[in-house]
């Protein structure tokens, strides 16, 4: 009886023990696909979110775009015909001028010319079809060559590679984030030259956009930007990922700034 006594309670034991660990087993598998469950729950929302607001952003962008054409379209048509009407009038009245009164009168209509040539160039930057028609790389060339003369600074632009297209939107999106990198050049660098390196190669499209001007804080800038959602480097982000590009801004004060975009080539 002892014996049997025994046997019950390593038998209780051992019931009780599988049991344990069944039970123990069940809770743990439990809670292992409750957060699994709940992983997958925060991962679909974040996914979510993400595709809300890169939507959002596509949509801010189209609505720009659109708004950018429509002053194109007005600085083209209207204030470009205004200056040369200025100059029409100008011409009319230089014969019936003094000498003194001349000199003027030319000055003005030089003064004139340039501002119907910055009119155009400025309207051919911001419409879409014109950049979609002669390609990235020439409306930057275009761009680089009017921030030469607005700021007077040396300009240098170097293409590397085998040149290719990217898709027309793409070259939209990287043309108008190229213009918020020359804007901040033309608005804070107060720099004497840029450059411009564009590499072409199998694996991606890579623009280095280099100047000599007084520098910054990039890490006091990306604090100010994500505090008051100031649009200068959140812009320029945000455009970046819409095309999957990587972005670098390299800046010292008083040792110019670097801006590095590379956008991986898809042709292949």
């Known amino acids: 009886m002892p014996n049997s006594g025994a046997e019950i309670i390593s038998l209780t034991i051992a019931i009780t023990t599988i049991f344990l660990f ?11 696909l409750y957060q699994k469950k709940r992983f997958r729950y925060r991962q679909e929302v974040a ?9 959002l952003l596509q949509s801010k962008l189209e609505i720009q775009e659109q708004t950018l054409d ?11 015909h205004l200056v040369s009407l200025i100059n029409i009038n100008l011409a009319e009245i230089l014969p019936q001028s003094s000498s003194e009164t001349k000199e003027n009168i030319l000055e003005t209509k030089s003064l004139a010319k340039q501002l119907l040539g910055e009119l155009k160039a400025l309207s051919a930057s911001l419409n879409t079809d014109h950049i979609m028609h002669i390609g990235f790389v020439k409306a930057l060339e275009n761009e680089l060559v009017r921030l030469g003369k ?5 300009i240098t632009f170097t293409k590397m590679g085998q040149e290719y297209r990217l898709p027309a939107e793409h070259e939209i999106i990287l043309f108008r984030l190229c213009q918020e990198v020359l804007n901040n050049i033309i608005k804070y ?3 004497k030259s840029v450059l411009a390196v564009l590499n072409y190669t199998p694996e991606s499209f890579d ?7 007084i520098g910054f804080d990039t890490e006091e800038a990306y604090r100010l930007s994500a505090e008051k959602e100031s649009t200068g480097i959140l812009n320029i982000k945000k455009r970046a990922r819409l095309i999957n590009a990587a972005i670098a801004i390299k800046s010292q004060q008083d040792k110019g700034t670097q801006v590095t975009i590379s956008v991986p080539n898809k042709t292949n």
């Open 22 to 32: 069944i039970v123990g087993t069940i809770a743990v598998r439990y809670i292992f």
């Open 47 to 55: 996914e979510l979110h993400e595709a809300f607001n890169h939507t």
């Open 70 to 80: 429509h002053i194109s379209k007005e600085l083209h048509a209207n204030f470009s």
């Open 150 to 154: 607005l700021k007077k600074c040396e």
């Open 189 to 191: 660098a107060r720099a």
């Open 207 to 213: 623009l280095t956009i280099t100047d000599d001007g």
